[in-house]
């Protein structure tokens, strides 16, 4: 059984997308362990309501990154729950060095946008300020840069000319909903290598 640990700040849409995914299509995967920053996450409520292991560590000092100590905790949970991939939800902290070499190439995210256009927060608010006609989802190896690790699958989203901020994300989560699971498939049936920054799926 391959086993992911997901991590997660907030709603827990990708998560609940995940488990049903992995439900519909009656896969070998199991989510082995939910951790979240946030204490009022509905990611932990939803993983509850699954059976799935709901743990919150907050992190208090910093608000982008995991402080040293509160890392080797989320390291040492994962481990504990034997997973064979970390993804990252809507997890609102960049990881740093010694969190990514626990884990090499096995640390995967969602960005709401056509990486490497719009790294960051509120990418989709970037997308409209600037002007694009297209934007959209990516699923990425994480490494030490900000949304800048290797791109395994993308989806292109149009922008629409009446488009806000709220309906141009809500059309952007539709696409991550389809894409992240199915890359967490196609890593889990060993299709997925890395040659330097290109991903190769068999």
């Known amino acids: 059984m391959f086993t992911i640990g997901i991590l997660a700040s907030g709603k827990g849409t990708n998560l609940q ?13 199991r989510v082995g362990v939910v951790i979240s920053d946030n204490e009022d996450a509905f990611a932990l409520e939803r993983a509850r309501k699954e059976g799935i292991k709901a743990i919150c560590i907050p992190c208090e000092k910093y608000k982008t990154i995991l402080g040293k100590e509160v890392e080797k905790k989320y390291v040492s ?3 504990e729950n034997k997973v064979d991939l970390v993804c990252l ?28 256009a719009f790294p960051g927060l509120e990418a989709w608010k970037q997308a409209l300020e600037y002007g ?27 922008v629409l000319p009446d488009d806000t901020p709220e309906t141009l994300h809500k059309r952007i989560q539709e696409k991550e909903h389809i894409i992240y699971p199915l890359a967490i498939k196609l890593i ?7 040659v330097g920054r290109k991903v190769y799926i068999k």
Do not use: W
Not at 97 to 106: C, E, G, L, Q, V
Not at 188 to 194: A, L, P, Q, Y
């Open 188 to 194: 889990s049936e060993g299709r997925v290598s890395i």
């Open 77 to 79: 949970i994962l481990k």
């Open 17 to 29: 997308a995940i488990i049903d995914y992995i439900k519909e299509e009656n896969l070998p995967i």
């Open 132 to 158: 694009v006609k297209f934007t959209g989802c990516t699923v990425h190896f994480v490494n030490e840069g900000i949304d800048a690790g290797p791109i395994i699958l993308q989806a292109v989203v149009p």
């Open 89 to 116: 939800a809507g997890f609102m902290r960049v990881l740093k060095t010694t969190f990514i070499k626990s884990f090499p190439n096995r640390i995967i995210n969602i960005h709401p946008s056509l990486l490497p």
